[in-house]
C-alpha cells in the first residue's frame, strides 16, 4: 500500500501513521522528521534547511525532492510506504508522480485529514515528543499514560519535549502556508481520483478507525478478539434448571430506578456540535 496523508500541521498525520505503521507494516516517510534528524546532526541539509523551519516556512524544493528520491530507494518501501508532510506544494507533487512512475509505484490512495482551525491550534499547544524514542503525544488528546508511560528505549517515563516550531508564531506561518500552498493538493488529488476524506477530530481511536476503514486495513482488534456464538443460540443452550434461577434472581433484585424525563438530557444536547468552518 503506498499512500500519502495530507493535512494540516496537528491534524494528527504523525499520530496516525505510527499507527498505520503498526497495522500494516509499511515503513512511514515524515520530511519533517528527516528534516530535525539532519538539523540535529548538523548535516550540510540540515544547516540550508533550518532557517526556514524556523520560521515556519518550506524548505527549498530541492533540498526535499532530494531526500524523498533517497528515501524512496531504499529496500524497506518495496511493500509500500507512508508519506507524511510530503507532497507540500504542487511541485512537489508533480515531481513525487514522476519518480513513483519511473519507480513503477503508483499511489494507491491520498488521504486528507480534516480538523477545524481553533482545534489544529490547541492540538499543537499540547504536542510534545520524547526525546528518547522519538514518540508523538498530546498532552490534550493522547497523554503518555498506562502502557505507553514508559520509553521503550530507556525504561523510564518519556523524556517529553515540545518543538521549537510549535510556537505561537512559527504555528501561525505554518498554518498560512499550508492554506496557501499544501490545500491546492486537495483538487489535484481528487482530480485523479485518489483522494479519500475523513474527520480527524474526536478520539485518537476514533480517527484510526475511520482511517483503516477508507483504507480497507481490517481492525486488529476486531481480528484477534474470538468469535462470539450468537446470543439467542447461547441462550438456548441453558438448561431449564439455570434458566428459572436466573428469572428468579431477577425478580428478586430491585428494579434500576430510570431517571424522571424532564432530568434526561434532550438527544440533541448529547450530540456533537457543529463545527465552525
Ligand atoms: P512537519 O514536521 O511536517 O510539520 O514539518 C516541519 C517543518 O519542516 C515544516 O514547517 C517545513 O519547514 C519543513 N518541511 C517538512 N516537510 C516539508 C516538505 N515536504 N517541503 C518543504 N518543507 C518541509
Not at 29 to 49: C, N, P
Not at 83 to 112: I, K, M, S, Y
Not at 134 to 158: I, K, M, Y
Amino acid at each position: 500500500m503506498r499512500i500519502v496523508l495530507l493535512g494540516a500541521p496537528g491534524s494528527g498525520k504523525g499520530t496516525q501513521s505510527q499507527r498505520l505503521v503498526e497495522r500494516a507494516g509499511i515503513p512511514q516517510i515524515s520530511t519533517g522528521d528527516l528534516l530535525r534528524a539532519a538539523v540535529s546532526q548538523g548535516t550540510d541539509l540540515g544547516r540550508q534547511a533550518k532557517e526556514a523551519m524556523d520560521s515556519g516556512r518550506l524548505v527549498d524544493d530541492s533540498l526535499v525532492l532530494g531526500m524523498i528520491r533517497e528515501r524512496l530507494g531504499e529496500p524497506d518501501t518495496r511493500k509500500g510506504f507512508i508519506l507524511d508532510g510530503f507532497p507540500r506544494n504542487l511541485a512537489q507533487a508533480h515531481a513525487l508522480d514522476h519518480l513513483l512512475e519511473a519507480l513503477r509505484q503508483p499511489l494507491d490512495a491520498v488521504v486528507q485529514l480534516e480538523v477545524d482551525y481553533g482545534e489544529l491550534v490547541k492540538r499543537i499547544a499540547g504536542r510534545r515528543t520524547c526525546a528518547d524514542c522519538g514518540r508523538v503525544f498530546n498532552l490534550l488528546t493522547s497523554p503518555p499514560t498506562g502502557a505507553a508511560a514508559q520509553c521503550p528505549v530507556t525504561h523510564a517515563p518519556h523524556r517529553l519535549l515540545q518543538r521549537p516550531d510549535d510556537n505561537e508564531t512559527t504555528v501561525a506561518e505554518r498554518l498560512r502556508v499550508y492554506d496557501e500552498k499544501t490545500r491546492p493538493l486537495i483538487d489535484f488529488y481528487r482530480a485523479r481520483g485518489l483522494l479519500k476524506v475523513i474527520d480527524a477530530e474526536g478520539s485518537v481511536d476514533g480517527v484510526t478507525r475511520r482511517l483503516m476503514q477508507v483504507l480497507g486495513v481490517p481492525a486488529a482488534r476486531a481480528a484477534a478478539r474470538p468469535k462470539r456464538a450468537p446470543r439467542k443460540a447461547a441462550a438456548k443452550k441453558r438448561p431449564a434448571r439455570a434458566k428459572a434461577a436466573a428469572k428468579r434472581t431477577r425478580a428478586a433484585a430491585p428494579r434500576k430506578r430510570r431517571a424522571p424525563a424532564k432530568a434526561r438530557r434532550p438527544a440533541t444536547a448529547r450530540r456533537r456540535p457543529a463545527r465552525r468552518r
